[in-house]
């Protein structure tokens, strides 16, 4: 008995050992089988892996996901065509991920959100300012004497850029905010021929309104300079919320900040991206989407703060204070306005340091009486 037991294990375990040399020895050929076979390699091309496995399109999408660190072939004409999906950068206030989606998220997340809100933010200040101060000034009467503030060059120079401004303005914020309060009021079918005409518009009022700021700057940056006296007026807040204003020069404080980071700083901002934008110059940029990202970004930015702070200079100049469009639009100001709202420019007219008539009037069209 215990004879057949001994020989019955010997027999399993030389079987044992059999199978293993069998498969031992197999596996060098399957390895061989499967490399003549062509299984899937990662370094494999489209085409290859058609044929290792069908079906199987990695390569393909692998190669989309880093066309933006190594383009590929296209026939269109275009630096970055090549280019699927753009690499993988981090803007302010987004994520690490591709170029696209962190300017979508820029653009959705924080310009949009919070531009929208300061714009709502200041016209709610000025909509509360009006209705517990009403328009400022008229605490003089009017003696009757004018002085010319503004000349036609000035006046044709401001004009022509707030013209172009307002059609900018009324457009850029359509595009940016209009299906939030416009769309659902008057239907996808207007509201896309209406941003299309608006775009169209945005587009030809840009170059005009990046001339008239030259100009606008040109004309008006001797007057704006810096003194102590716009200092003072700062510190006081203009004296808005008292019954007196703090004296200053031809332009105060707040009108030479609004010239300086307004017109000067974010208005220059606004041209260069602009033209960037429209690809004005093809010979100096190559203009790929990253470049059009950033300049977008920058553009909207720089518009949104630039048109919060020119809602308060348009506030001022129209219905917030007695006299003002009228100095704009005819060019002069009684004295008691002067008087009143810039007392040291009109101290300097009286003492004959400025004249009260800058401009020669036009032939057959007399001078306001000065």
């Known amino acids: 008995m215990h004879r057949m037991i001994r020989s019955l294990l010997l027999a399993l375990g030389l079987g044992v050992a059999g199978l293993a040399w069998a498969q031992g020895s197999a596996a060098p050929a399957d390895a061989a089988s499967a490399a003549a076979a062509g299984l899937p390699r990662p370094d494999e091309t489209n ?39 753009q690499p993988f950068v981090q803007y302010p206030g987004s994520a690490f991920t591709n170029a696209g989606e962190a300017w979508r998220q820029v653009r959705n997340r924080w310009i949009i959100p919070y531009g929208g809100a300061l714009l709502l933010i200041v016209l709610g200040a000025l909509a509360l300012f009006y209705w517990r101060k009403g328009p400022l000034g008229g605490h003089e009467r009017d003696t009757g004497r004018k002085i010319e503030r503004f000349t036609p060059f000035e006046r044709s120079a401001h004009w022509a850029n707030a013209i172009a401004f307002v059609v900018l303005a009324v457009s850029g914020v359509v595009m940016a905010f209009g ?4 769309l659902p009021v008057i239907g996808a079918t207007l509201f896309g021929w209406l941003t299309y005409a608006l775009k169209t518009a945005h587009n030809f009022a840009g170059p005009l309104f990046a001339v008239s700021l030259l100009v606008v700057i040109l004309t008006y940056v001797r007057d704006n300079l810096p003194t ?17 204003e703090v004296p200053s020069h031809r332009y105060n404080g707040g009108e030479k900040l609004l010239f300086w980071v ?53 506030y001022i100049g129209s219905i917030g204070m007695k006299g003002a469009l009228e100095g704009m639009r005819s060019g002069y100001v009684d004295e008691a306005w002067a008087k009143e709202h810039h007392e040291l420019w009109y101290e300097d007219v009286r003492a004959g340091k400025i004249p009260a ?14």
């Open 262 to 314: 307004g017109v000067f700083l974010l208005g220059l901002t606004v041209v260069g991206s602009g033209v960037v934008l429209d690809k004005l110059l093809p010979e100096l940029l190559p203009y790929t989407r990253d470049q059009m990202q950033i300049a977008h970004m920058i553009h909207a930015v720089a518009a949104i703060v630039m048109l919060a702070m020119f809602l308060g200079h348009i």
């Open 179 to 182: 299906k939030f309060f416009l």
């Open 228 to 244: 102590g006296a716009d200092l003072k007026w700062v510190l006081k807040g203009g004296g808005l919320l008292s019954e007196h």
């Open 47 to 85: 085409a290859q892996r058609a044929k290792s496995q069908p079906g199987n399109n990695a390569p393909l999408w692998r190669a989309v996901r880093d066309s933006g660190n190594q383009a590929g072939y296209a026939s269109l004409p275009g630096i970055d065509k090549g280019v699927l999906i």
């Open 357 to 370: 008539q800058r401009s020669t009037p036009a032939r057959g069209v007399s001078a306001p009486q000065t």
